[in-house]
Nanobody
Framework: QVQLVESGGGSAQPGGSLRLSCTVT??????????LGWFRQAPGKEREFVAS????????RYHDAVKGRFTISRDNDRNTVSLQMNNLDAKDTAVYFC????????????????WGQGTQVTVSS
């Protein structure tokens, strides 16, 4: 089992920054098999992929809309995955979800097996 708890959401102005964190708790499976990532869901829209990272943090994937602005990272000693979001835009407003899956570096909402409860990010002036 994998439990995911997000933190760090809130409000920002356009052009501003926010950092999301997700605490990962693993039981009965090896943490060294867990791929981690972030998705988001805006009101009235489907959940969409944002970014993902492999176990060692050597391979990342990003949605084109966030490339160059968002950075995903993980700290395996602290069991966390983070999403640094810079140059925020109103289009980034959404509930952001931490996600996990064993073995597969995912990039679509059908792939993760574990989800956090989500944290709201609102970008407005």
């Amino acid at each position: 089992q994998v439990q995911l708890v997000e933190s760090g959401g809130g409000s920002a102005q356009p052009g501003g920054s926010l950092r999301l964190s997700c605490t990962v708790t693993v039981s009965d499976i090896s943490p060294a098999t867990i791929m981690l990532g972030w998705f988001r869901q805006a009101p009235g829209k489907e959940r969409e992929f944002v970014a993902s990272i492999n176990v060692r943090g050597t391979l990342t994937r990003y949605h084109d809309a966030v490339k160059g602005r968002f950075t995903i990272s993980r700290d395996n000693d602290r069991n966390t995955v983070s999403l640094q979001m810079n140059n925020l835009d109103a289009k980034d407003t959404a509930v952001y979800f931490c996600a996990a899956r064993q073995y597969i570096l995912f990039d679509n909402p059908q792939q993760p097996h574990y989800w956090g409860q989500g944290t709201q990010v609102t970008v407005s002036s």
